[in-house]
Protein backbone atom coordinates (compact mmCIF):
# COMPACT_ATOMS: atom_id res chain seq x y z
CA UNK A 1 0.00 0.00 0.00
CA UNK A 2 1.70 3.77 -1.06
CA UNK A 3 1.52 5.52 2.76
CA UNK A 4 2.01 9.27 1.75
CA UNK A 5 2.99 11.44 4.49
CA UNK A 6 1.54 14.74 5.06
CA UNK A 7 2.52 15.97 8.85
CA UNK A 8 6.13 17.67 8.70
CA UNK A 9 8.29 18.76 11.24
CA UNK A 10 7.52 22.55 11.52
CA UNK A 11 4.83 22.56 8.93
CA UNK A 12 1.62 21.41 10.18
CA UNK A 13 -0.75 23.01 12.61
CA UNK A 14 -3.16 20.45 14.49
CA UNK A 15 -4.48 18.39 12.00
CA UNK A 16 -2.93 20.11 8.72
CA UNK A 17 -2.65 17.98 6.19
CA UNK A 18 0.71 18.94 3.95
CA UNK A 19 1.41 16.55 0.97
CA UNK A 20 4.71 18.16 0.16
CA UNK A 21 7.67 19.39 1.96
CA UNK A 22 9.48 22.55 1.11
CA UNK A 23 13.08 21.23 0.11
CA UNK A 24 15.10 23.56 1.76
CA UNK A 25 18.00 22.88 4.11
CA UNK A 26 19.64 25.25 6.61
CA UNK A 27 23.36 24.55 7.68
CA UNK A 28 23.96 24.66 11.68
CA UNK A 29 27.38 25.76 10.96
CA UNK A 30 26.19 29.14 8.98
CA UNK A 31 23.50 29.87 10.93
CA UNK A 32 24.17 31.52 14.61
CA UNK A 33 22.44 30.57 17.41
CA UNK A 34 20.98 26.63 15.49
CA UNK A 35 22.58 23.64 17.32
CA UNK A 36 21.88 21.20 14.76
CA UNK A 37 21.00 21.32 10.59
CA UNK A 38 17.46 22.37 9.73
CA UNK A 39 15.14 21.03 6.89
CA UNK A 40 12.03 21.25 5.01
CA UNK A 41 9.17 23.43 7.46
CA UNK A 42 11.47 23.77 10.17
CA UNK A 43 13.99 26.35 7.63
CA UNK A 44 12.90 30.11 9.12
CA UNK A 45 13.18 32.80 6.44
CA UNK A 46 15.82 34.68 8.44
CA UNK A 47 18.07 31.69 8.08
CA UNK A 48 20.82 30.68 5.41
CA UNK A 49 19.40 28.04 3.57
CA UNK A 50 19.34 26.75 0.17
CA UNK A 51 17.08 25.66 -2.05
CA UNK A 52 16.64 23.85 -5.16
CA UNK A 53 19.63 22.31 -4.91
CA UNK A 54 18.25 19.15 -7.21
CA UNK A 55 18.16 21.38 -10.33
CA UNK A 56 21.98 21.41 -9.67
CA UNK A 57 22.86 17.85 -10.11
CA UNK A 58 22.76 17.94 -13.40
CA UNK A 59 25.94 19.65 -14.47
CA UNK A 60 25.29 19.45 -18.37
CA UNK A 61 21.95 22.05 -17.55
CA UNK A 62 22.10 25.39 -18.63
CA UNK A 63 21.68 27.47 -15.86
CA UNK A 64 19.54 29.91 -17.84
CA UNK A 65 16.78 27.01 -17.95
CA UNK A 66 15.90 27.01 -14.76
CA UNK A 67 16.79 30.82 -13.16
CA UNK A 68 14.77 33.69 -13.80
CA UNK A 69 15.93 36.88 -11.49
CA UNK A 70 12.34 37.59 -10.62
CA UNK A 71 11.37 34.28 -8.83
CA UNK A 72 14.48 34.57 -7.34
CA UNK A 73 14.25 37.75 -5.93
CA UNK A 74 10.95 36.35 -4.86
CA UNK A 75 12.09 33.10 -2.90
CA UNK A 76 14.92 33.92 -1.59
CA UNK A 77 18.61 34.18 -1.81
CA UNK A 78 19.65 30.32 -1.66
CA UNK A 79 17.71 29.54 -4.89
CA UNK A 80 19.81 26.78 -6.52
CA UNK A 81 23.21 27.65 -4.83
CA UNK A 82 25.48 25.74 -2.72
CA UNK A 83 27.10 26.74 0.33
CA UNK A 84 31.05 26.77 0.27
CA UNK A 85 31.56 23.53 1.88
CA UNK A 86 29.17 21.21 -0.04
CA UNK A 87 28.52 19.78 -3.79
CA UNK A 88 25.02 19.43 -5.25
CA UNK A 89 24.85 15.88 -4.55
CA UNK A 90 26.06 16.67 -0.72
CA UNK A 91 23.27 19.35 -0.08
CA UNK A 92 20.78 16.85 -2.13
CA UNK A 93 22.10 13.69 0.21
CA UNK A 94 21.69 15.71 3.38
CA UNK A 95 18.06 16.66 2.61
CA UNK A 96 17.14 13.18 1.21
CA UNK A 97 18.82 11.87 4.79
CA UNK A 98 16.12 13.94 6.78
CA UNK A 99 13.78 13.00 4.87
CA UNK A 100 14.02 9.24 4.78
CA UNK A 101 14.61 9.60 8.91
CA UNK A 102 11.25 11.61 8.77
CA UNK A 103 9.46 8.96 6.60
CA UNK A 104 10.80 5.77 8.79
CA UNK A 105 9.95 7.43 12.06
CA UNK A 106 6.10 7.90 10.75
CA UNK A 107 6.45 4.32 9.55
CA UNK A 108 7.30 3.15 12.95
CA UNK A 109 4.15 4.38 14.28
CA UNK A 110 1.66 2.98 11.98
CA UNK A 111 3.21 -0.61 12.41
CA UNK A 112 4.80 -2.63 14.99
CA UNK A 113 9.27 -2.73 14.60
CA UNK A 114 8.99 -6.45 13.31
CA UNK A 115 6.32 -5.78 10.72
CA UNK A 116 8.37 -2.97 9.60
CA UNK A 117 11.90 -4.61 9.61
CA UNK A 118 10.19 -7.47 7.20
CA UNK A 119 8.17 -5.22 5.21
CA UNK A 120 10.04 -4.21 1.85
CA UNK A 121 9.79 -0.91 0.89
CA UNK A 122 9.99 0.92 -2.40
CA UNK A 123 11.22 4.45 -2.74
CA UNK A 124 10.37 6.56 -5.84
CA UNK A 125 12.00 9.37 -6.81
CA UNK A 126 10.86 11.47 -9.29
CA UNK A 127 13.72 13.20 -11.81
CA UNK A 128 13.55 15.99 -14.77
CA UNK A 129 12.75 13.76 -18.30
CA UNK A 130 15.62 16.24 -19.82
CA UNK A 131 17.80 15.02 -17.59
CA UNK A 132 21.09 13.12 -18.43
CA UNK A 133 22.25 9.60 -16.84
CA UNK A 134 25.03 11.62 -15.11
CA UNK A 135 22.19 13.81 -13.14
CA UNK A 136 20.14 10.60 -12.63
CA UNK A 137 22.98 9.11 -11.06
CA UNK A 138 23.80 11.80 -8.90
CA UNK A 139 20.19 11.82 -7.83
CA UNK A 140 20.38 7.67 -7.11
CA UNK A 141 24.03 8.08 -4.87
CA UNK A 142 22.66 11.18 -3.21
CA UNK A 143 19.21 8.94 -2.55
CA UNK A 144 21.72 6.21 -1.09
CA UNK A 145 24.06 8.13 0.77
CA UNK A 146 21.49 8.93 2.77
CA UNK A 147 19.96 6.11 3.43
CA UNK A 148 17.66 4.93 1.10
CA UNK A 149 17.85 0.98 0.54
CA UNK A 150 19.78 0.94 3.53
CA UNK A 151 18.12 -1.80 4.55
CA UNK A 152 18.58 -4.97 1.95
CA UNK A 153 14.31 -5.90 1.38
CA UNK A 154 14.29 -1.96 0.23
CA UNK A 155 14.52 -1.04 -3.21
CA UNK A 156 15.18 2.51 -4.32
CA UNK A 157 13.46 3.54 -7.99
CA UNK A 158 13.73 6.74 -9.75
CA UNK A 159 10.88 7.90 -12.55
CA UNK A 160 10.42 10.94 -14.93
CA UNK A 161 8.02 13.61 -13.75
CA UNK A 162 6.06 13.33 -16.40
CA UNK A 163 5.66 9.56 -16.36
CA UNK A 164 4.92 9.79 -12.68
CA UNK A 165 2.46 12.09 -13.40
CA UNK A 166 0.85 9.91 -15.79
CA UNK A 167 0.93 6.98 -13.14
CA UNK A 168 -0.88 9.05 -10.58
CA UNK A 169 -3.79 10.13 -13.10
CA UNK A 170 -4.47 6.64 -14.02
CA UNK A 171 -3.98 5.07 -10.88
CA UNK A 172 -6.79 7.06 -9.77
CA UNK A 173 -9.01 7.17 -12.63
CA UNK A 174 -8.77 3.49 -12.38
CA UNK A 175 -9.65 3.30 -8.70
CA UNK A 176 -12.25 6.10 -9.36
CA UNK A 177 -13.94 4.12 -12.26
CA UNK A 178 -13.76 1.06 -11.83
CA UNK A 179 -14.20 -0.59 -14.97
CA UNK A 180 -12.43 1.27 -16.99
CA UNK A 181 -9.27 -0.53 -17.47
CA UNK A 182 -9.59 -4.39 -17.96
CA UNK A 183 -6.87 -6.83 -18.64
CA UNK A 184 -8.51 -10.18 -20.46
Known amino acids: DV ?3 TDWTGGARKNEQLEKVP ?15 KWGYE ?18 ASKTEFDNPYLQAQVDYGLMRLPPHKT ?3 VASDYMRCLYKHIMAKLE ?8 R ?7 FTVPATWT ?20 SDKLFLI ?16 KYKGLYKVK
Not at 23 to 37: F, H, V
Not at 109 to 116: E, G, I, S, V
Not at 165 to 174: D, F, G, T, V, Y
Open 133 to 152: DEANDATYEAAMTAGFEYRA
Open 3 to 5: QVV
Open 160 to 175: TEPEAAAMAILSNSIE
Open 43 to 60: VDPWMISYTWTKLLLDEN
Open 109 to 116: KTMTKTML
Open 88 to 90: AQD
Open 118 to 124: ETPIHFW
Open 23 to 37: SKYAYAIENEGLTED
